[in-house]
């Protein structure tokens, strides 16, 4: 029995975190990520800032689902990327997806750079992987915790299912104020996921 594909749809965003994408980059978003199978089950939380942590993080297709539902899906969403990925050439096109580079040598300067987007976008969806790389991490940083607390994002559970092609929009995560408990929380609801490479998670 074939498996059933449902098209993501803007209905899956509210209304207040949608942006203007033309209809050309929605039909596109929509398309590829019908084309290759994949869907996206949930909706994204309905608060003024929702912060999405994206796990697991094991492969550079990350990048390319996550911005197909981005664009099919109409949000405006921010994401947190290595400043190296912003290379001359591309720079223009990674900002236009929302990107907004971090330089991992100075930490303290991403809280800037996210402050700078909720000045700008008084509604946005930020997402951040908090393993801050592909590869195998045992200790995942908690600054995303404290920029999620600093600028009142909504914390939602994000997750990349390869075996099933799906990206499921999860459960809204609330912190207790505890960091290290609270990422120990969060590491074992995305044990029930699978990434690319399952042995990288």
Not at 22 to 47: M, P
């Amino acid at each position: 029995m074939s498996r059933q594909v449902i098209p993501v749809s803007q209905e899956q965003v509210p209304e207040h975190l949608r942006t203007n994408r033309s209809v050309f980059t929605r039909w596109f978003g929509r398309t590829f990520y019908r084309a290759i199978g994949w869907n996206l089950e949930g909706n994204i939380a309905d608060a003024e800032r929702v912060m999405i942590v994206a796990a697991p993080h094991t492969s550079n297709w990350d990048f390319v689902f996550g911005i197909s539902v981005i664009l099919g899906i109409n949000a405006r969403v921010r994401w947190l990327g290595k400043h190296t990925v912003f290379k001359f050439g591309v720079t223009w096109f990674f900002r236009w997806l929302g990107g907004i580079p971090v330089n991992r040598a100075q930490p303290d300067s991403v809280m800037g750079y996210v402050d700078e987007a909720v000045a700008k976008d008084n509604g946005l969806i930020l997402v951040v992987a908090p393993e801050g790389t592909r590869k195998k991490t045992e200790k995942w940083k908690s600054g995303f915790l404290r920029i999620a607390k600093k600028n009142n994002c909504v914390i939602q559970l994000g997750a990349l299912d390869f075996p099933n092609k799906r990206i499921v929009l999860g459960p809204i995560f609330t912190p207790t104020g505890d960091n290290q408990a609270d990422i120990a929380a969060i590491i074992e609801y995305y044990q029930q996921f699978s990434g690319k490479y399952p042995d990288q998670f």
